[in-house]
Structure formats: structure tokens, C-alpha cells
T-cell receptor, first 115, second 116 residues
Framework: DTEVTQTPKHLVMGMTNKKSLKCEQH?????MYWYKQKAKKPPELMFV???????INESVPSRFSPECPNSSLLNLHLHALQPEDSALYLC??????????????FGPGTRLLVL | AQKVTQAQTEISVVEKEDVTLDCVYE???????LFWYKQPPSGELVFLIR??????QNEISGRYSWNFQKSTSSFNFTITASQVVDSAVYFC?????????????FGKGTRLSVIA
């Protein structure tokens, strides 16, 4: 089973709202990732967690706050977003970090619209 | 620095035609991994293949085949007898094994449209 699930599938929020994106995997993977993807662009890495600890933060603004409560769950807390943050947010997991050479398995994504 | 180039932005083919998606990469590392992902309109990136730099054997999986040539730094992807369900954006990606902080680098993607 190579399934990564994400909720919600769609989210519309105002600039003053607080919302959270959720990602879950049950493959026993120890590395989890958040990506942001704008239309007609490749995914851009935001955060990486390895063994539930933040390993990489690709200079993401503080209005995005990741959280890894356990090895199967990854959240992305959103607060005071801007319209330009509207995008597809993808979660991925891999067996381990291993210099990123492990295969990353992606979830279906959350399409976020910020009004 | 690592880089992946997918020169074909969009390709349209008629169903049952064969189509090849090009991928050229740059890396200074001797140990690296190459990937192909498919992204249908639904948005999910579907993993297709992972190949390490020491394995230059071509691979075939059903209608899909991959041609890895280190001499030209290319990792091309061919779909034989294309079908409408193959319509998607295809990403080639590269990761280097040397540095633990090296992210997975994606090409810009090739949008494939298969017309019935």
C-alpha cells in the first residue's frame, strides 16, 4: 500500500482565517514532506520532517506552520495567508531521508484558495 | 548544481501513437537517482520509476519504457500505443546521494494530451 491521504481536498479561506491541512500515511515511512505547487509549475519543497523532527525549512514564511504529532501524521497550520498563497499543497512521504534518494510517495493534494 | 531540463512543454498525440518525453539532467555527483512522476488533472503525483546512476539498463513496464543514457545525461520516457488516460503532466526529477540536504529537483514538466 503506497497511499498518502490528505484532507481537505479543497479549502477556501479568508486572509484572517486560521485553518489546517492534514496528511496521513500508514506505510511506516519516517520522512514526510510538504510541497507547494502553483499552476503549470513543478512542486516546490516547503518543509521536511525526519523521525518527527523538522529537518528542512526552505525559507517558508511564518504564516505557514508545520507540525508532526507522530510518525504517521503531518499537519500544516495556516494563518493570515495572502491571495498569492493560493496553490495545490502536496504532502509526500518516504521510507527515510537518505539524502532524498528514497522514493517519495505523494498524496492527492489540497487545493487552497485564499480570498 | 543539479538541474533537470524537460524541453518539451506540451505534446499532443493521437491515441495509439507512440510518444517519447525527453529528460536531460545535470549533476556533479557520481551517485544520483532519477525519477519520473505522472500528474493527472486530479493533482496527485503518481510515482512511475526510480533509477540509480549505476544501473543503465533500460526498463519496460507494460506500455511504458525508459531509456537511461549516462553518456548524454538523459533519461527519456516512452509511452507505446498511447491512450487518453495517459493525458497528464509528466515530471522528471533528480536527487543526489552525496549531500543529505539536497532536495528532489523537478524538471518543469511536459504536458501530454492524447486525443481520441
Amino acid at each position: 500500500d503506497t497511499e498518502v491521504t490528505q484532507t481537505p481536498k479543497h479549502l477556501v479561506m479568508g486572509m484572517t482565517n486560521k485553518k489546517s491541512l492534514k496528511c496521513e500515511q500508514h506505510m511506516g515511512h519516517r520522512a514526510m514532506y510538504w510541497y507547494k505547487q502553483k499552476a503549470k509549475k513543478p512542486p516546490e519543497l516547503m518543509f521536511v520532517y525526519s523521525y518527527e523532527k523538522l529537518s528542512i525549512n526552505e525559507s517558508v514564511p511564518s504564516r505557514f506552520s508545520p507540525e508532526c504529532p507522530n510518525s504517521s501524521l503531518l499537519n500544516l497550520h495556516l494563518h493570515a495567508l495572502q491571495p498569492e498563497d493560493s496553490a495545490l499543497y502536496l504532502c509526500a512521504s518516504s521510507q527515510d531521508l537518505m539524502g532524498y534518494t528514497e522514493t517519495q510517495y505523494f498524496g492527492p493534494g489540497t487545493r487552497l484558495l485564499v480570498l | 548544481a543539479q538541474k533537470v531540463t524537460q524541453a518539451q512543454t506540451e505534446i499532443s498525440v493521437v491515441e495509439k501513437e507512440d510518444v517519447t518525453l525527453d529528460c536531460v539532467y545535470e549533476t556533479r555527483d557520481t551517485t544520483y537517482y532519477l525519477f519520473w512522476y505522472k500528474q493527472p488533472p486530479s493533482g496527485e503525483l503518481v510515482f512511475l520509476i526510480r533509477r540509480n546512476s549505476f544501473d543503465e539498463q533500460n526498463e519496460i513496464s507494460g506500455r511504458y519504457s525508459w531509456n537511461f543514457q549516462k553518456s548524454t545525461s538523459s533519461f527519456n520516457f516512452t509511452i507505446t500505443a498511447s491512450q487518453v488516460v495517459d493525458s497528464a503532466v509528466y515530471f522528471c526529477a533528480l536527487s543526489e546521494a552525496r549531500s543529505g540536504n539536497t532536495p528532489l529537483v523537478f524538471g518543469k514538466g511536459t504536458r501530454l494530451s492524447v486525443i481520441a
